[in-house]
C-alpha cells in the first residue's frame, strides 16, 4: 500500500507533533519526520504544510540569522496549535483505534 | 560550499525559479511566502547524507518543477495552478509577437512552395553575418549616443578607443550570438532576441539620421567645406567683393562698365538682387545695391560700379523686397581712386592694338589715345558687334566717354567726395 495516500490525511499532525516538540526550520522538519520513520514524505509536502499551519494561526515563524549561511525561517508552535494537535490527537487515537480493532476483528476470524 | 555532489548552487537557483515561475499565478506575496526558504531547503536537503536520492539530480530527488510546485501548493491549501490564469499576463504581452510570428511563418511557408524562392531564400541566409555586424553596429550606435558617448559628433565608425572598445562589446556578442556560441541562456536568448528586434526596427532610421546629420554637418558646420564652393560672386584675397570699379587707361573712372567672364557669363558680385545690406570701406552704414534695367527691360547686376543707396533709405513693397522710394535716385558708392595710375600710353595703340578682337571695331579709338572710351567697349564688346553687349557698348560708352575729359570728373568725385573720400587721393595713387 502506497503510505504517501496515508501520509496526506495525517501530514498536519505530524507536523505539528514534530514542531511541538521542537521548534523548527523547514528542512530540519523533513527530516525528523523521516527520522520518526515517514520516509515517504515529500519535502514540498511539509514545506507548504508548514505555510498552511502558519497562515491558518497555528505556527509562529521567526528569522534566525546565520553566521555562515543563510538565514533561516523557524517554525513554532502556539497555543491555537496545541489545541489543533490536542484534537487531531484525539480524532487520531479514535480513528487508529477503530482500524485496530477493525483489523484485529478481521485477523481473529 | 558552492557545490553539493556535483550539483551546483546555480542549478538549486534554476530549479527555484522554474518552481516560482509555476506559482506565478498566485500573486508576488504569496509566492515569496511559499518560498522565500525554498534555496535554502533544497540546498539543506542535498547536502544532507541520508536523503533518500542523495547525489542525485535535482529533478530525480524532488521531481519536475512542475511536480514540486503542484505539491506545495496542494499542501499549502492553494487552488492548482489554472493555465488560463497563470499565463494571462503573458498572453496579452506576447499575444501581438505570436499573432506575427504565425503570419511570418503562414508567409515563409507559401513563399517556400514556390520555385524560385529556394536560391532567393539561400542566397539571403548567406547575408546572414552581414546582418550580425550590422546589427552589432546598431547597438553600438544607440548605446554610444544614449550614454553620450559619442558626444555630438557623427560616429559611423569607431574613431577612439573609447568608442572602439564599445563596438568590439557589441559585434563580438552579436555575432557570437548569431553563430549560437553566446548567450544561450533562456532569458539572454530572450533578451537577445528583443535586441535583434530594436536592431531591426531601428537600422534604416539610424543611417538616415546618421546621414541627415552628416549632411547638416558639412553644410553648417564646416567651414572648409563651405569655402570650397563659394558659389556665386567675386573673391579677392579670401573675402567677397561686393562692387567693382573700373578705370580706364588714362585711370579715370569709367560708370556702367558691364563685365562678363570669358564664357559670356555677366559676373556678378552680389547674388542677392539687393536684399542685403553690404559694408564696405568709409561707410557709416550698410548699402543695398539696386540693379539696372537694360535695353529689354532685364535687370542686370554686372553693371559697375553697382549702384544703390545705404539701406536706411530703402522701402520695403508689399513683397517685402527692398525698393528705392520714388523720386530716390540710386547714387554711385565712393570710388576707391578718385584716380587709378594711367598706363603707359605709347607702344600699346599704334602696333598691338590692331590686333586684338577688340580693337578692331572701335577703329578710331586706336587713333585717339586721349578717347578713354574705347578700352571701354573694347573688354564688353569682346569678339562680335552684332551680340548684345557689343552694341550696348558703344551706347553705354559715350556716357562715360564723354565725360572722361571734363564731366566724368565732376560726376564720380561729387560722390565721393560727399563720403569723405578726399580729392586728392588720385594724384597720390597716379603719381608714380
Not at chain 2, 553596429?137 to 577612439?160: A, N
Request: hydrophobic share 40%.
Amino acid at each position: 500500500m502506497d503510505t504517501t495516500q496515508l501520509l496526506k490525511g495525517v501530514l498536519d499532525l505530524a507536523v505539528l507533533a514534530v514542531v511541538a516538540d521542537e521548534d523548527g526550520y523547514g528542512y530540519d522538519v523533513v527530516r525528523r519526520l523521516r527520522s520518526a520513520g515517514l520516509e515517504e514524505v515529500g519535502d514540498a509536502s511539509v514545506y507548504g504544510t508548514l505555510r498552511r499551519l502558519y497562515s491558518s494561526g497555528a505556527l509562529t515563524s521567526y528569522v534566525v540569522p546565520s553566521d555562515e549561511g543563510p538565514h533561516r525561517k523557524y517554525y513554532g508552535i502556539n497555543a491555537q496549535g496545541r489545541a489543533m494537535l490536542a484534537a487531531q490527537h484525539k480524532d487520531w487515537q479514535e480513528f487508529a483505534g477503530t482500524m485496530a480493532r477493525l483489523l484485529g476483528e478481521e485477523g481473529q476470524r | 560550499m558552492n557545490v553539493v555532489n556535483g550539483i551546483g548552487l546555480e542549478d538549486v537557483a534554476g530549479y527555484a525559479a522554474a518552481v516560482r515561475a509555476r506559482l506565478a499565478d498566485l500573486g508576488r506575496e504569496q509566492v515569496e511566502d511559499l518560498t522565500d526558504d525554498l534555496e535554502v531547503d533544497l540546498a539543506d536537503a542535498l547536502a544532507d547524507e541520508r536523503h533518500a536520492g542523495h547525489g542525485a539530480s535535482l529533478v530525480e530527488q524532488f521531481g519536475t518543477p512542475e511536480v514540486y510546485a503542484a505539491e506545495l501548493r496542494a499542501a499549502a491549501g492553494l487552488a492548482p495552478a489554472q493555465a488560463a490564469a497563470r499565463t494571462r499576463l503573458r498572453d496579452a504581452l506576447g499575444a501581438p509577437w505570436r499573432a506575427l510570428v504565425t503570419v511570418l511563418r503562414r508567409l515563409l511557408g507559401e513563399l517556400r512552395g514556390l520555385s524560385w524562392w529556394a536560391p532567393v531564400e539561400g542566397f539571403l541566409v548567406a547575408l546572414r553575418p552581414l546582418w550580425w555586424v550590422a546589427r552589432g553596429w546598431v547597438i553600438f550606435e544607440l548605446v554610444g549616443r544614449g550614454t553620450g558617448l559619442h558626444g555630438s559628433q557623427i560616429v559611423w565608425v569607431p574613431r577612439d578607443l573609447a568608442t572602439g572598445v564599445l563596438f568590439v562589446l557589441c559585434v563580438v556578442p552579436s555575432v557570437q550570438f548569431g553563430r549560437r556560441r553566446w548567450l544561450q541562456g533562456r532569458w539572454q536568448r530572450r533578451l537577445a532576441m528583443w535586441a535583434n528586434l530594436v536592431a531591426a526596427v531601428a537600422v534604416l532610421p539610424m543611417i538616415g539620421w546618421l546621414q541627415g546629420q552628416s549632411l547638416w554637418n558639412q553644410t553648417y558646420l564646416d567651414p572648409v567645406t563651405y569655402s570650397a564652393a563659394p558659389g556665386d560672386g567675386v573673391w579677392v584675397d579670401g573675402m567677397q567683393v561686393s562692387n567693382l570699379f573700373v578705370y580706364d587707361r588714362d585711370g579715370e573712372p569709367v560708370l556702367d562698365a558691364q563685365l562678363y567672364d570669358d564664357r559670356g557669363r555677366p559676373v556678378r558680385t552680389t547674388t542677392d538682387d539687393g536684399s542685403a545690406e553690404w559694408w564696405f570701406p568709409d561707410s557709416d552704414e550698410p548699402w543695398s545695391f539696386v540693379g539696372r534695367a537694360d535695353a529689354d527691360g532685364r535687370q542686370r547686376w554686372n553693371v559697375y560700379p553697382l549702384q544703390g543707396a545705404p539701406s536706411s533709405r530703402f522701402t520695403f513693397d508689399e513683397l517685402g523686397n527692398r525698393r528705392l522710394p520714388s523720386g530716390t535716385e540710386p547714387l554711385t558708392p565712393p570710388w576707391p581712386f578718385a584716380k587709378a595710375p594711367a598706363l603707359e600710353a605709347s607702344g600699346h595703340d599704334g602696333a598691338d592694338a590692331p590686333e586684338q578682337p577688340g580693337a578692331s571695331d572701335q577703329p578710331g579709338a586706336s587713333g585717339q589715345p586721349d578717347a578713354g572710351a574705347s578700352p571701354d567697349g573694347g573688354p564688353a564688346g569682346g569678339e562680335d558687334d552684332g551680340t548684345a553687349p557689343g552694341s550696348e557698348a558703344p551706347d553705354a560708352a559715350p556716357d562715360g566717354a564723354t565725360g572722361a575729359e571734363d564731366a566724368t570728373a565732376p560726376d564720380a568725385p561729387g560722390v565721393t567726395s560727399a563720403e569723405g573720400r578726399p580729392a586728392d587721393a588720385g594724384p597720390q595713387v597716379t603719381s608714380p
